[in-house]
């Protein structure tokens, strides 16, 4: 089943209410303020110490040999950067549970947008608006963050270059703390795509996976969907989509792909972009088992890495322990080859090393008996795959529960060497994580990298370097680092391989509820290209 959502204008009281952003007196450079300070993670532990294309000629035709042209270098001017944000998590509209008399959304979700741009010579101006609608803020060239609550529909924020690519990030969060939907479902706003892998989600006994496509953009988008289930592509009875200009259309894929334990999508778009994220909600029996958003990860590769897998102590075949998704979606088998780095380096768990994989076939791979911890998942394989990994948050019966209730976190897969940003929701406890993951398993470099912290004007609070050693995981409190941060940037250096992410824990008190942000990659850059011309144009 598909449903059209056309966003409303802003100005419509159905567009909900967002508060007026907070000013703030930017400063000229967003690097004016750095404390002398270092940040170090060997094997987990935290230290504070004392310190500070070119285009071708083409193709020959003819008989006459060219004539050698000169290079030129073409001054490329920097591009705003637009990034769309989820808006409210999707209620069901009858319980899962099979009780017509309960209500599967007792309280309405707490939405929210954070936004910011960094101070500096990248600092334009910074516009927020409802998708396919008007304005909700905007802010004047020099840096700055917007904090944007009573959210009612996906937003799109935009920001504009200065005389470098803006430094740019924001997320969008949903909290619910009672129902079918209760959880955490967090995610940053992504840049739109031709060509997304969602892998997470489900849609068995009590298990709910809601495909949201919006497109951005001003033409309309035509979407094809692949599904994978455990037993290969799942024939739907409609594989093509079309979402219109700020229009947000939903796919129920119970209805798509039904009675499937695990789930992978794949979304190609022609036409145009769309953001593309699938809501994952589970119950246990009468209890709710969890709410996020599985958003896109990395491309089919013959590495993949999974980050920011926060784990409680879990049994061997523990139902609340992790899960490693994995699918090689080409049409060749293989065994992937998995390596866990923890605080203290690699763990091997027994069964989870080496994993075949059948074409076509998705597979979880249980991590029941990880301790307690941040963790790195490292796929190798001979073959094209793509990873996911899910955590869960245990914790107490609520009064018509029959169980502890449960929330999920799920990690999309990353690429390594990211210089991104991540912004931080207002109110939620964040915890950067950063893994050393080396070129191969015989790489043995540590990784480093300069982290900066931002205040709500855009300036830098702190620049600090990292670094992690080889084969490990290191994580630590954001507050711990600069506990009035709206956004992080880290900065790898040349040479180091590790992925980083971000992960929330929101308290409760019925238990903590939790979500993952992978960083948003700075773009847009301005710079020099080498430019040739056709030679073929210059014969003679």
Same mark, same amino acid.
């Given at each position: 089943?598909?449903?059209?959502?056309?966003?409303?204008?802003?100005?419509?009281?159905?567009?909900?209410?967002?508060?007026?952003?907070?000013?703030?007196?930017?400063?000229?450079?967003?690097? &004016?303020?750095?404390?002398?300070?270092?940040?170090?993670?060997?094997?987990?532990?935290?230290?504070?110490?004392?310190?500070?294309?070119?285009?071708?000629?083409?193709?020959?035709?003819?008989? &006459?040999?060219?004539?050698?042209?000169?290079?030129?270098?073409?001054?490329?001017?920097?591009?705003?950067?637009?990034?769309?944000?989820?808006?409210?998590?999707?209620?069901?509209?009858?319980?899962?549970?099979?009780?017509?008399?309960?209500?599967?959304?007792?309280?309405?979700?707490?939405?929210?947008?954070?936004?910011?741009?960094?101070?500096?010579?990248?600092?334009?101006?910074?516009?927020?608006?409802?998708?396919?609608?008007?304005?909700?803020?905007?802010?004047?060239?020099?840096?700055?963050?917007?904090?944007?609550?009573?959210?009612?529909?996906?937003?799109?924020?935009?920001?504009?270059?200065?005389?470098?690519?803006?430094?740019?990030?924001?997320?969008?969060?949903?909290?619910?703390? *009672?129902?079918?939907?209760?959880?955490?479902?967090?995610?940053?706003?992504?840049?739109?795509?031709?060509?997304?892998?969602?892998?997470?989600?489900?849609?068995?006994?009590?298990?709910?996976?809601?495909?949201?496509?919006?497109?951005?953009?001003?033409?309309?988008?035509?979407?094809?969907?692949?599904?994978?289930?455990?037993?290969?592509?799942?024939?739907?009875?409609?594989?093509?989509?079309?979402?219109?200009?700020?229009?947000?259309?939903?796919?129920?894929?119970?209805?798509?792909?039904?009675?499937?334990?695990?789930?992978?999508?794949?979304?190609?778009?022609?036409?145009?972009?769309?953001?593309? @994220?699938?809501?994952?909600? &589970?119950?246990?029996?009468?209890?709710?088992?969890?709410?996020?958003?599985?958003?896109?990860?990395?491309?089919?590769?013959?590495?993949?890495?999974?980050?920011?897998?926060?784990?409680?102590?879990?049994?061997?075949?523990?139902?609340?322990?992790?899960?490693?998704?994995?699918?090689?979606?080409?049409?060749? *088998?293989?065994?992937? @080859?998995?390596?866990?780095?923890?605080? *203290?380096?690699?763990?091997?768990?027994?069964?989870?090393?080496?994993?075949?994989?059948?074409?076509?076939?998705?597979?979880?791979?249980?991590?029941?008996?990880?301790?307690?911890?941040?963790?790195?998942?490292?796929?190798?394989?001979?073959?094209?795959?793509?990873?996911?990994?899910?955590?869960?948050?245990?914790?107490?019966?609520?009064?018509?529960?029959?169980?502890?209730?449960?929330?999920?976190?799920?990690?999309?897969?990353?690429?390594?060497?990211?210089?991104?940003?991540?912004?931080?929701?207002?109110?939620?406890?964040?915890?950067?994580?950063?893994?050393?993951?080396?070129?191969?398993?015989?790489?043995?470099?540590?990784?480093?990298?300069?982290?900066?912290?931002?205040?709500?004007?855009?300036?830098?609070?702190?620049?600090?370097?990292?670094?992690?050693?080889?084969?490990?995981?290191?994580?630590?409190?954001?507050?711990?680092?600069?506990?009035?941060?709206?956004?992080?940037?880290?900065?790898?250096?040349?040479?180091?391989?590790?992925?980083?992410?971000?992960?929330?824990?929101?308290?409760?008190?019925?238990?903590?509820?939790? &979500?993952?942000?992978?960083?948003?990659?700075?773009?847009?850059?301005?710079?020099?290209?080498?430019?040739?011309?056709?030679?073929?144009?210059?014969?003679?």
């Amino acid at each position: 089943m598909t449903t059209d959502e056309p966003t409303p204008t802003v100005d419509e009281p159905t567009a909900g209410a967002a508060t007026a952003p907070e000013t703030a007196a930017p400063r000229p450079d967003r690097r &004016a303020r750095r404390l002398g300070r270092s940040l170090r993670i060997a094997s987990g532990v935290l230290v504070l110490g004392l310190t500070a294309g070119a285009v071708a000629g083409a193709s020959q035709v003819g008989t &006459a040999p060219p004539r050698p042209l000169p290079a030129a270098d073409v001054e490329v001017a920097p591009t705003p950067v637009t990034l769309e944000c989820p808006g409210p998590v999707q209620l069901p509209q009858r319980s899962v549970r099979g009780d017509a008399a309960f209500d599967p959304a007792p309280v309405a979700p707490v939405v929210t947008v954070d936004a910011v741009t960094a101070a500096g010579p990248g600092a334009g101006a910074l516009e927020v608006h409802a998708l396919g609608g008007g304005s909700v803020a905007e802010v004047a060239a020099g840096g700055r963050a917007v904090h944007l609550a009573d959210v009612a529909a996906p937003f799109v924020v935009r920001a504009q270059p200065g005389d470098e690519a803006p430094v740019a990030a924001a997320t969008g969060a949903s909290v619910v703390t *009672d129902g079918d939907a209760r959880g955490l479902a967090a995610a940053s706003c992504r840049a739109p795509s031709s060509d997304d892998w969602l892998v997470g989600g489900a849609t068995g006994v009590g298990s709910t996976a809601t495909l949201v496509l919006s497109n951005p953009g001003l033409t309309a988008a035509q979407v094809t969907l692949e599904v994978f289930g455990p037993n290969g592509p799942v024939e739907q009875t409609t594989a093509q989509h079309v979402v219109g200009p700020g229009a947000t259309r939903l796919v129920d894929l119970g209805g798509a792909a039904a009675d499937q334990a695990a789930l992978v999508v794949h979304v190609g778009v022609t036409g145009g972009q769309v953001s593309a @994220r699938v809501q994952d909600t &589970a119950v246990l029996g009468f209890t709710p088992a969890g709410t996020d958003l599985v958003v896109p990860g990395a491309a089919p590769a013959t590495r993949q890495v999974v980050t920011g897998v926060e784990t409680r102590a879990s049994a061997v075949g523990a139902p609340d322990a992790p899960v490693l998704r994995l699918l090689a979606p080409g049409d060749g *088998d293989t065994t992937a @080859r998995v390596t866990l780095l923890g605080s *203290d380096g690699p763990v091997a768990l027994p069964g989870a090393d080496e994993v075949p994989l059948t074409a076509g076939e998705v597979v979880d791979v249980p991590l029941g008996g990880l301790p307690a911890g941040s963790w790195t998942a490292v796929v190798d394989a001979d073959v094209p795959v793509v990873a996911a990994a899910v955590a869960s948050r245990t914790g107490t019966p609520g009064d018509l529960d029959d169980q502890p209730r449960v929330d999920r976190a799920w990690s999309a897969s990353t690429p390594t060497d990211v210089h991104g940003v991540v912004a931080l929701p207002r109110g939620i406890a964040a915890r950067l994580v950063v893994a050393a993951v080396g070129r191969d398993g015989d790489d043995r470099g540590e990784a480093r990298a300069t982290l900066r912290a931002f205040d709500e004007g855009g300036r830098v609070l702190t620049e600090v370097p990292v670094s992690v050693d080889a084969g490990t995981t290191g994580s630590w409190d954001v507050a711990d680092v600069a506990a009035t941060a709206v956004a992080l940037e880290l900065e790898p250096r040349e040479g180091s391989p590790l992925a980083w992410g971000v992960t929330l824990t929101d308290v409760q008190q019925d238990g903590e509820l939790a &979500a993952v942000l992978a960083p948003v990659p700075l773009s847009g850059q301005a710079g020099a290209r080498d430019v040739r011309e056709d030679p073929s144009a210059a014969r003679g």
